[in-house]
Every structure is written in structure tokens, then in C-alpha cells.
């Protein structure tokens, strides 16, 4: 079956930067766009990025762009998100996602807290 599993979340001092990953199985990686998404406490959960099978970035929300990159290694079935001059408002709970067949799969998320 289809599993993400997100790692790489931590407390990091605002400024600082983070690598996310998220481990895909169960399902052809290499065949799927693949989205990053967040929930911070209280809001809604709110769409990141997405990349295609190909590489190509089809959005950065604005609360992101120009901090944010995310990338794709199929050979690895992983995904990344590369976050750069975190600030606290960047505490959330960071998911990977993928849309197959009319179904909407999630990992368990991975906590990202900015903080000094």
C-alpha cells in the first residue's frame, strides 16, 4: 500500500534552515507529482509546492517562495524540501502527499518548530 514517511523536522533558531524528506513506497514514484503541505496550529492546512515526475515546480505558495525548494530523486523514491531563513511563523507540521487514483495519501507528518 501506499506509505510517505516524512523526517527531518526539528526546533531550529530562526534564520536557520532545515532539509525534509519524504520516503515514498507502495506505489510508482517516479509516475506521481508530489506536493509538500504544512498545518500550523489552529489553520487550515495550507499547499507548499508541488513537483512533477519530471522535476518541474508548479507552484510555491507566497508565504514560501524565494525560502523553499523542493526537488525529487526518483531513483530513490524520495522527496525533499529544502528550507532556508525559517522564521517562527514557519512552526508546523510538515506533510508529503501524493494524489493516486482519486485518493488523497498522506505521511504522518514531521514537526518543524523555529524558535529562539
Known amino acids: 500500500q501506499v506509505q510517505l514517511v516524512e523526517s527531518g523536522g526539528g526546533l531550529v533558531q530562526p534564520g536557520g534552515s532545515l532539509r525534509l524528506s519524504c520516503a515514498a513506497s507502495g506505489f510508482a514514484f517516479s509516475s506521481y507529482p508530489m506536493s509538500w503541505y504544512r498545518q500550523a496550529p489552529g489553520k487550515e492546512r495550507e499547499l507548499l509546492t508541488t513537483?512533477?515526475?519530471?522535476?518541474?515546480?508548479?507552484n510555491y505558495a507566497d508565504s514560501v517562495k524565494g525560502r523553499f525548494t523542493i526537488s525529487r530523486d526518483n531513483a530513490k523514491n524520495t522527496v525533499y524540501l529544502q528550507m532556508n531563513s525559517l522564521k517562527p511563523e514557519d512552526t508546523a507540521i510538515y506533510y508529503c502527499h501524493v494524489r493516486r487514483y482519486s485518493v488523497n495519501y498522506w505521511g504522518q507528518g514531521t514537526q518543524v518548530t523555529i524558535s529562539s
Open positions: 513537483i512533477t515526475p519530471g522535476g518541474y515546480i508548479t
